[in-house]
């Protein structure tokens, strides 16, 4: 029988330590869109997203184990984890990546701030986890209205969005969402970088075969490759998945759930700016009032989980 020690509990540190890893946080994650979007310029979604997570995957493991000591994880942790990283890392990374090649980075990253719609349905309808009041309620009704402007008929804004890309990402949504509730309720976790470390193993390694099944390893060459997507590439692996994560980590445990999550709805933002200045995607009043609608519901459900007795498990971002 597997039992799991408690947290280890950190001193509070300065409000500085705070500010700088809830700003790396913001920037980081919200700026993934982008980078993949550069990566798959001249490197293929599932290849990309396949060799960046079994090399962060392999540097978190290879730190777990050498430098903090960690335990080998038993099989029935291997498995959980495994469970997870298809959940998050190949559905839910991996289908963002594919469809980031007829998408917008602004607007896929405007379509995941729907997550915590679907963590609460998805939580309560299966999940046990609490029925949503009125604050949560709200919430919902704002992140699906904000969700049908976006992905609505293409005259509203005068161009139209590949429905199939739109579909991947809810779809990739949701995988994500089941992914982190499913770690909320498992028993069988490793201790948190192991536990993570083996999400993008196997995660990585699922997305190099449905590379290979695809094509994608036969037809790439690196010749081909172009310096843009290798810095976004290397972006990713170091900034996206081990800053970005250990960042996260770390504030979860210093500050409260409400404050560490903000991310949530901090992200989109920036990721819309940046496909903006960086990108050429065009900002569409379409794209401003699916915000308007998102965001505020977004705040709305993130204050109301934070208000319950037993707060739930926040989303195990790895972007």
Known sequence: MTTSSPPTAIPQPPQWQIYLALAALYSIWGSTYLGIRFTNETIPPFL????????????????????Q????????QVKAAGIVGVLLILIGNGGVAYAELTIPSSIAALLIATSPVWFVLLGWLFFGNARPNAGTVSGLVLGLAGMVVLIGPGQLSGHSLDMLGLGIIVFSTIGWAVGSLYTSVSKTLAPPLIHTALQMLVGGTFLLLLATVRGEVANFHVEQVSLKSWLAFGYLIVFGSLVGFNAYSWLIRVVPPSQASTYAYVNPLVAVVLGWLFGGEAITWQMLLAGAFILPGVILILRARAKVQKPEVLPEEVV
Request: hydrophobic fraction near 60%; proline fraction near 4%; charge should be positive.
């Open 48 to 67: 990309m997203s396949g060799l960046r997570f079994l090399i962060a995957g392999l540097v978190l493991y290879g730190y777990a184990r050498l430098v």
């Open 69 to 76: 000591q960690a335990a080998a994880p038993t099989w029935l």
